[in-house]
């Protein structure tokens, strides 16, 4: 006698929990980015555009959107790499900081990783140009000096966020609202003016105090949760 395969009933109301379900590709890469911080940190990467252009041609210039693009992809590239150091830590919170751990599972350490060094390829070949057109090495150094403290933050052995509070503000400060600041306002105007020094201190450490601030939350949440589950 031959079998027949009944299939599963799904009657509505008897289902007890959804299986969970990987995220997109685009998704998982958003998150992993952090393309939720665009609203907060679009604001701050185009704020030379308003101070530092003296004409609205100079808005859409080669060299200003040039170096636009430098910064945030240094950014960006931080915030990717941060996201494949912490995988770990951020799969134990029961917020949404887990999906990026998540997120990073599902589209892979390869894959994140050659995103990363795409990212870094253009942002070199654009600190190239940035160079050509202002005969200067100026724009190489600020870029250089940005990746390093934006990497250093996560990246071993420099791991800048576990060197105590000075270090770890140094290193954001620096990498992602000082230096970013800087190498914008000079490829608007080919140097950085004085007058600008206290404007880009006063900016970076309010930056960085909300930046601090939210990771401080963070840890006190995940604090929390450990405690919680050792009762």
């Not at 009657?11 to 939720?36: C, K, Q, V």
């Not at 693009?69 to 912490?86: K, P």
């Not at 934006?150 to 576990?162: I, Q, R, T």
Request: net charge neutral; charged share 10%.
């Amino acid at each position: 006698m031959a079998r027949t395969r009944v299939a599963p009933v799904h009657a509505p109301g008897l289902e007890t929990e959804d299986a969970p379900t990987r995220p997109s590709t685009l998704m998982a890469l958003a998150r992993i980015f952090r393309f939720e911080y665009l609203a907060a940190t679009f604001p701050g990467l185009t704020i030379t555009l308003w101070l530092c252009a003296k004409s609205p041609k100079e808005l859409l210039g080669r060299a200003p959107l040039e170096g636009l693009a430098v910064v945030a992809l240094v950014i960006f590239a931080c915030l990717g790499i941060n996201a494949i150091v912490d995988r770990e830590i951020d799969g134990q919170y029961l917020t949404e900081k887990n999906q990026i751990a998540s997120a990073v599972g599902a589209v892979g350490l390869a894959r994140i990783w050659t995103i990363i060094a795409v990212m870094n390829v253009v942002a070199l070949a654009l600190t190239v140009d940035l160079c050509i057109q202002f005969q200067s090495w100026m724009p190489f150094a600020l870029a250089s000096a940005q990746a390093l403290f934006a990497y250093g933050y996560s990246v071993p052995p420099l791991k800048f966020k576990l060197r105590g509070v000075l270090a770890h503000a140094i290193s954001l400060a620096l990498g992602v609202v000082a230096l970013p600041f800087i190498l914008s306002a000079y490829s608007y105007l080919g140097g950085v003016p004085a007058i600008l020094a206290v404007f880009i201190v006063g900016f970076s450490v309010a930056q960085y105090g909300f930046e601090f601030a939210n990771q401080a939350l963070q840890f006190f949440v995940l604090t929390f949760q450990l405690v919680e589950v050792q009762h």
